[in-house]
Protein backbone atom coordinates (compact mmCIF):
# COMPACT_ATOMS: atom_id res chain seq x y z
CA UNK A 1 0.00 0.00 0.00
CA UNK A 2 1.29 3.51 -0.87
CA UNK A 3 2.42 5.78 1.78
CA UNK A 4 -0.96 8.46 3.06
CA UNK A 5 0.92 11.34 2.51
CA UNK A 6 1.31 9.94 -1.42
CA UNK A 7 -2.18 8.01 -1.77
CA UNK A 8 -4.95 9.21 -3.50
CA UNK A 9 -7.46 6.92 -2.14
CA UNK A 10 -6.01 7.82 0.90
CA UNK A 11 -9.03 9.62 3.71
CA UNK A 12 -8.16 13.13 4.33
CA UNK A 13 -6.16 13.66 7.49
CA UNK A 14 -8.09 14.58 10.98
CA UNK A 15 -9.69 17.69 11.28
CA UNK A 16 -7.77 20.51 12.62
CA UNK A 17 -8.71 24.46 13.29
CA UNK A 18 -8.27 27.37 11.15
CA UNK A 19 -5.80 28.32 13.88
CA UNK A 20 -3.97 25.44 13.43
CA UNK A 21 -3.82 25.98 9.37
CA UNK A 22 -2.49 29.44 9.86
CA UNK A 23 0.66 28.21 12.03
CA UNK A 24 2.04 26.59 8.73
CA UNK A 25 3.07 29.42 7.29
CA UNK A 26 3.44 28.52 3.37
CA UNK A 27 5.08 30.84 1.14
CA UNK A 28 5.79 31.48 -2.78
CA UNK A 29 9.07 31.73 -4.00
CA UNK A 30 11.15 32.15 -7.19
CA UNK A 31 14.07 29.56 -7.62
CA UNK A 32 17.37 31.83 -8.36
CA UNK A 33 19.74 28.42 -7.94
CA UNK A 34 20.34 25.14 -8.52
CA UNK A 35 22.80 22.91 -7.55
CA UNK A 36 23.05 19.23 -7.56
CA UNK A 37 23.13 16.90 -4.25
CA UNK A 38 25.03 13.96 -5.03
CA UNK A 39 25.37 12.81 -1.14
CA UNK A 40 21.53 12.93 -1.47
CA UNK A 41 19.92 9.32 -0.51
CA UNK A 42 17.51 9.80 -3.15
CA UNK A 43 18.19 12.09 -6.22
CA UNK A 44 17.66 15.97 -5.20
CA UNK A 45 18.76 18.95 -5.73
CA UNK A 46 19.49 22.22 -3.74
CA UNK A 47 17.26 25.22 -4.17
CA UNK A 48 17.95 28.61 -3.57
CA UNK A 49 14.73 30.07 -3.33
CA UNK A 50 14.04 33.91 -2.91
CA UNK A 51 10.95 34.73 -0.68
CA UNK A 52 11.28 38.38 -1.17
CA UNK A 53 12.72 40.99 1.08
CA UNK A 54 10.22 39.70 4.35
CA UNK A 55 12.68 36.50 4.49
CA UNK A 56 15.01 36.48 1.84
CA UNK A 57 16.97 33.76 -0.12
CA UNK A 58 16.58 30.01 1.48
CA UNK A 59 18.05 26.57 1.05
CA UNK A 60 16.02 24.01 0.10
CA UNK A 61 16.80 19.86 -0.61
CA UNK A 62 14.29 18.89 -3.06
CA UNK A 63 13.76 15.55 -4.46
CA UNK A 64 11.67 16.81 -7.66
CA UNK A 65 14.88 15.31 -10.29
CA UNK A 66 12.08 13.08 -11.75
CA UNK A 67 10.32 16.03 -13.60
CA UNK A 68 12.97 18.90 -13.06
CA UNK A 69 16.28 19.81 -14.41
CA UNK A 70 18.31 22.63 -13.28
CA UNK A 71 17.29 24.44 -15.96
CA UNK A 72 13.25 24.23 -15.65
CA UNK A 73 14.13 25.43 -12.18
CA UNK A 74 15.90 28.99 -12.73
CA UNK A 75 12.87 31.82 -12.27
CA UNK A 76 10.00 29.16 -11.87
CA UNK A 77 7.85 29.99 -8.62
CA UNK A 78 7.44 27.64 -5.96
CA UNK A 79 5.58 26.80 -2.92
CA UNK A 80 7.10 26.49 0.62
CA UNK A 81 6.97 25.79 4.46
CA UNK A 82 8.96 28.74 5.80
CA UNK A 83 8.59 28.26 9.04
CA UNK A 84 9.52 24.63 10.29
CA UNK A 85 12.94 24.46 11.86
CA UNK A 86 15.92 23.86 9.47
CA UNK A 87 17.06 20.26 8.84
CA UNK A 88 20.04 18.75 8.44
CA UNK A 89 19.98 16.66 5.47
CA UNK A 90 23.51 15.05 4.79
CA UNK A 91 26.12 17.83 4.45
CA UNK A 92 23.47 20.36 3.60
CA UNK A 93 21.07 22.71 6.02
CA UNK A 94 17.51 23.07 4.04
CA UNK A 95 15.76 25.99 5.83
CA UNK A 96 12.33 24.98 3.56
CA UNK A 97 10.05 23.00 2.70
CA UNK A 98 9.31 23.10 -0.74
CA UNK A 99 5.73 20.99 -1.53
CA UNK A 100 4.02 19.64 -4.62
CA UNK A 101 1.75 16.49 -5.28
CA UNK A 102 2.89 13.05 -5.87
CA UNK A 103 2.14 12.13 -9.27
CA UNK A 104 1.05 8.20 -9.99
CA UNK A 105 4.23 6.88 -10.04
CA UNK A 106 5.34 8.98 -6.50
CA UNK A 107 7.32 11.69 -8.04
CA UNK A 108 6.76 14.82 -6.87
CA UNK A 109 5.22 17.27 -9.40
CA UNK A 110 5.72 21.27 -7.71
CA UNK A 111 2.79 23.36 -7.45
CA UNK A 112 2.58 27.22 -8.24
CA UNK A 113 0.38 29.82 -8.47
CA UNK A 114 -1.23 30.08 -12.10
CA UNK A 115 -0.53 33.92 -12.45
CA UNK A 116 2.77 35.53 -11.00
CA UNK A 117 2.59 37.15 -7.71
CA UNK A 118 5.09 39.14 -5.60
CA UNK A 119 7.72 36.65 -4.18
CA UNK A 120 6.78 35.85 -0.30
CA UNK A 121 3.26 36.04 -0.90
CA UNK A 122 1.37 34.14 1.80
CA UNK A 123 -1.35 31.14 0.90
CA UNK A 124 -4.17 31.18 2.27
Known amino acids: MAHMLTDPAAPAAATITFDQFLAVDIRVGTVVAVEP ?11 RIDFGPGIGVR ?12 HDLIGRQVAAVV ?4 R ?5 MSEVLTVGFAD ?7 I ?3 KDVPNGARLF
Not at 88 to 92: M, R, S
Request: net charge positive; glycine share 8%; charged share 20%.
Open 112 to 114: RPD
Open 104 to 110: EQGAVVL
Open 83 to 86: NFPP
Open 59 to 70: KSSAQITDHYGA
Open 88 to 92: QIGPF
Open 37 to 47: FPEARKPSWKL
